[in-house]
């Protein structure tokens, strides 16, 4: 957005620190709270966020997840974008500080904000859903994915991982990506097929108090399932390069960024038939009821089993990553953000 800006418009960027924002370009003014990450997330709506605006009046506010100042200037336009409402519609899933931080700050931005930016198209209907009057002002914004770096060679990832030969998650372990019922099935698809590819769960440090490898034994899966943890960018464009498929039957998502991943690499993605998950996937998904191992499991042996079916879905991979792109992103979201300071300019005026 800064690149797409004209040159006299000011930018204000609000952080915790400037290590956040180095990338960034040095035309902008830099505020900095220096709260701890956590607690950052919970005073800086209430505390520095309102300071910060109250003092610079900018013209509009943009909030890129969730949570705009509980206080903003009568001049000053807010946006605010919504990523999803996971504390409405799986409160079970979040940790407590999220769920409460959404469940009382999110009701004020959507219905303060001048405009909404949803991510998808599912969001934008759980918000008109649970806010009515909120879906006039809330327009779709596709996330993208970033470029990963090349691939590191497969063998240094993880023993024995064949290329085209493994099942792939992506994506931290926590209870909304559904992993126990993903193990149940994988044991269910794989038990009567020696040579089923294995499942390969890639991403941070899990929570939530599933144990995946007490799950894993008790199973009997040791060996066919390789919980690898976090790994590195080269590693993840790795494992990407060199899957079947990705596999994503998560409870419920706003958007799903391993989705666009995985179909930037060509990948047939198994994922739920539920929130935005069918939106992003597109003609390359393969939907699954997430809800019930069976079918998941019906889905892991209809995507190794049926050879066409892969390359049917792998075709259409191309073109459905083709829809998601940083520079539209951008280039939209300004364009609601000018669009935004412009009406509250006229409702000032008219005031």
Known sequence: MMALASSDIDWYLYARSDASCRELPSAKRLRQDHLHEHIGRVLAPVLSLPIWSWRDKPDVFWAPAHRLPLWLPPTTAGV?????????????????????????????????AERVIAVSHATAADVAERWPAAGKRTCVIHNAAESLPPPVPLTSVAPGLQERGYLLFVGTPEPRKNLPRLLEAYAMASRMQPEFPPLVIAGGNGWGGENLKAL????????????????????LAALYANALCLVMPSLYEGFGLPIVEALRYGLPVVTSDNSSMPEVAGPAGLLVDSLTPDSIANGLRRIVQDLPLQVSLAKAAEAQASLFCWDRAAEATLSVLCEAAAARRSTSSRN
Do not use: F, Y
Request: aromatic letters at 2%.
């Open 80 to 112: 605010v974008t919504i990523h999803d409402l996971a504390w409405n519609r799986v409160p079970e899933t979040l940790r407590r500080t999220t769920r409460l931080l959404d469940r009382s700050l999110m009701a004020h931005s959507v219905m303060s």
């Open 216 to 235: 894993i034994a008790q199973r009997q899966l040791a060996g066919r399932v390789h919980l690898l943890g976090p790994v590195t960018d080269p590693r």
